[in-house]
């Protein structure tokens, strides 16, 4: 059984920047995606960056290209989120998942492909969550 645990999250001021970092036990090895979402009050979880570890292609939603970046320490089997230049909307909970049976994407022409607009379903091992709270 996979175990997704997250940290890194907190208050920061607008421009700043933070770190998550999910630490994940078990058969990690077998995962197809391993993604950030995040979720604000009110409103729907949505994907904000997501790995395939077997070639290493990324996702990342609009509103963050560019300030976001995601990474994965296979050694360590911990996923990293790193944050900057966070805005006010930026404002959720971080939750990390793991996806185990190949929903997350596929490959088209031989080149690994994401949905246009990767949704939570499509994940099934999450984490507990981590809080990112920007201020102005």
């Known amino acids: 059984q996979v175990q997704l645990v997250e940290s890194g999250g907190g208050s920061v001021q607008a421009g700043g920047s933070l770190r998550l970092s999910c630490a994940a036990s078990?058969?990690?090895?077998?995962?197809?995606?391993m993604g950030w979402f995040r979720q604000a009050p009110g409103k729907e979880r949505k994907a904000v960056a997501s790995i395939y570890p077997t070639g290493g292609s990324t996702y990342y939603a609009d509103s963050v290209k560019g300030r976001f970046t995601v990474s994965l320490d296979n050694a360590k089997n911990t996923l990293f989120l790193q944050m900057n230049n966070l805005k006010l909307e930026d404002t959720a909970m971080y939750y990390c998942?793991?996806?185990?049976?190949?929903?997350?994407?596929?490959?088209?022409?031989?080149?690994?492909?994401?949905?246009?607009?990767?949704?939570?379903?499509?994940?099934?091992?999450w984490g507990q969550g981590t809080q990112v709270t920007v201020s102005s």
């Open positions: 078990g058969d990690t090895y077998r995962s197809y995606c």
């Open positions: 998942a793991a996806d185990f049976t190949g929903r997350c994407g596929q490959y088209v022409g031989g080149v690994w492909t994401w949905p246009p607009d990767p949704g939570p379903e499509e994940y099934h091992i």
